[in-house]
């Protein structure tokens, strides 16, 4: 038993010495990384770049990185790699700062903070549109050569209010790595954009990515400011999948209806119902059927005329003959 403490307390002291000389020392400096920059690589998107210092001292020890988003929404992370990509509303601006740290030591001191920042795109005030409000249409599709899910896209928005008459709208739609323009869209009274419409896009209705959706415009008397906005589609109005079967079915009922009103209106111009269906004789009275003759007669020179009306009845009646005039 004594033998066997005494090779662990060995063993423990050995595993002391080398974790000290594996950790650095106070005089251990850490430098801050060089070459930061920001670059944009799609709607709502950038991509942050750098390099550890070429002066670093290289010891047994691991490094890493803490990145903060300092605008337009703060945020803090690490990472080991030396680029990161960020999703994130850009007609703001962003700015981003990044340190390098001791990845298993966040005890011991980090490097200095180095910044890099990105300015709002030009714009005048109150011309980017306002109320930018999407939802999205998940239909089932039973064709093999398109996806089973096909999701549509509308938006709508406001026109800013310091902007322009001759302003005029355009969006954009980026989910993942596509980005489409939008080719469908509704006018207000001054033939401005004011809403879209996708039938089809190539949003996963059950993915995970973020919807972007970018818009920006043009006018001869201001410059038009754009306008980002994220969206996640559980919280965007996906209803339940409609299968292609129910919208056929509702189809063929509308056709249907519009067919039999069509049918409708023409056999009426065309009085076809009373062709085919003519009215029945009304059944004759139970009391009596009243016939009227009436004969005229000339004599003489004065031209008398003279008329006689007879009354006949059926059987069973009294049969009254008088004379008029």
Same mark, same amino acid.
């Given at each position: 038993?004594?033998?066997?403490?005494?090779?662990? *307390?060995?063993?423990?002291?050995? #595993?002391?010495?080398?974790?000290?000389?594996?950790?650095?020392?106070?005089?251990?400096?850490?430098?801050?990384?060089?070459?930061?920059?920001?670059?944009?690589?799609?709607?709502?998107?950038?991509?942050?770049?750098?390099?550890?210092?070429?002066?670093?001292?290289?010891?047994?020890?691991?490094?890493?990185?803490?990145?903060?988003?300092?605008?337009?929404?703060?945020?803090?992370?690490?990472?080991? /790699?030396?680029?990161?990509?960020?999703?994130?509303?850009?007609?703001?601006?962003?700015?981003?700062?990044?340190?390098?740290?001791? =990845?298993?030591?966040?005890?011991?001191?980090?490097?200095? =903070?180095?910044?890099?920042?990105?300015?709002?795109?030009?714009?005048?005030?109150?011309?980017?549109?306002?109320?930018?409000?999407?939802?999205?249409?998940?239909?089932?599709?039973?064709?093999?050569?398109?996806?089973?899910?096909?999701?549509?896209?509308?938006?709508?928005?406001?026109?800013?209010? /310091?902007?322009?008459?001759?302003?005029?709208?355009? *969006?954009?739609?980026?989910?993942?790595?596509?980005?489409?323009?939008?080719?469908?869209?509704?006018?207000? #009274?001054?033939?401005?954009?004011?809403?879209?419409?996708?039938?089809?896009?190539?949003?996963?209705?059950?993915?995970?990515?973020?919807?972007?959706?970018?818009?920006?415009?043009?006018?001869?008397?201001?410059?038009?400011?754009?306008?980002?906005?994220?969206?996640?589609?559980?919280?965007?109005?996906? /209803?339940?999948?409609?299968?292609? *079967?129910?919208?056929?079915?509702?189809?063929?009922?509308?056709?249907?209806?519009?067919?039999?009103?069509?049918?409708?209106?023409?056999?009426?111009?065309?009085?076809? =119902?009373?062709?085919?269906?003519?009215?029945?004789?009304?059944?004759?009275?139970?009391?009596?059927?009243?016939?009227?003759?009436?004969?005229?007669?000339?004599?003489?020179?004065?031209?008398?005329?003279?008329?006689?009306?007879?009354?006949?009845?059926?059987?069973?009646?009294?049969? *009254?003959? /008088?004379?008029?005039?």
């Amino acid at each position: 038993m004594i033998i066997m403490a005494a090779a662990l *307390l060995i063993l423990f002291g050995a #595993t002391v010495i080398l974790q000290a000389d594996l950790l650095p020392d106070k005089k251990f400096v850490l430098l801050p990384p060089v070459n930061f920059t920001i670059k944009i690589t799609g709607l709502a998107q950038v991509l942050l770049r750098w390099e550890p210092d070429p002066h670093q001292e290289q010891r047994n020890v691991n490094l890493g990185y803490r990145v903060r988003i300092n605008a337009p929404q703060e945020d803090d992370y690490e990472t080991r /790699d030396t680029e990161s990509q960020c999703v994130t509303i850009l007609h703001k601006g962003f700015s981003a700062s990044v340190q390098t740290i001791f =990845w298993n030591e966040h005890s011991l001191p980090a490097s200095s =903070w180095v910044s890099a920042e990105m300015k709002d795109p030009p714009g005048s005030p109150g011309t980017s549109i306002a109320n930018l409000t999407c939802t999205t249409n998940t239909v089932e599709n039973n064709y093999v050569h398109l996806r089973r899910y096909q999701v549509s896209l509308r938006c709508t928005w406001l026109v800013g209010q /310091d902007a322009p008459e001759d302003t005029q709208y355009f *969006l954009y739609y980026r989910y993942g790595s596509w980005t489409e323009e939008c080719q469908e869209y509704n006018k207000d #009274t001054l033939k401005r954009n004011t809403a879209c419409w996708f039938p089809r896009t190539f949003i996963n209705s059950k993915g995970r990515d973020r919807l972007v959706v970018h818009v920006n415009g043009s006018s001869r008397h201001a410059a038009i400011k754009p306008f980002d906005q994220l969206f996640d589609l559980h919280a965007i109005g996906n /209803d339940e999948p409609t299968s292609s *079967l129910e919208w056929f079915i509702i189809a063929l009922m509308a056709a249907i209806c519009f067919v039999l009103l069509i049918f409708s209106f023409i056999c009426r111009i065309c009085h076809v =119902w009373t062709k085919l269906f003519p009215p029945v004789p009304a059944p004759k009275s139970n009391i009596k059927d009243l016939f009227v003759s009436t004969n005229y007669e000339k004599a003489g020179s004065n031209e008398t005329e003279i008329e006689d009306i007879s009354y006949v009845e059926e059987a069973g009646f009294e049969i *009254l003959e /008088d004379s008029v005039f």
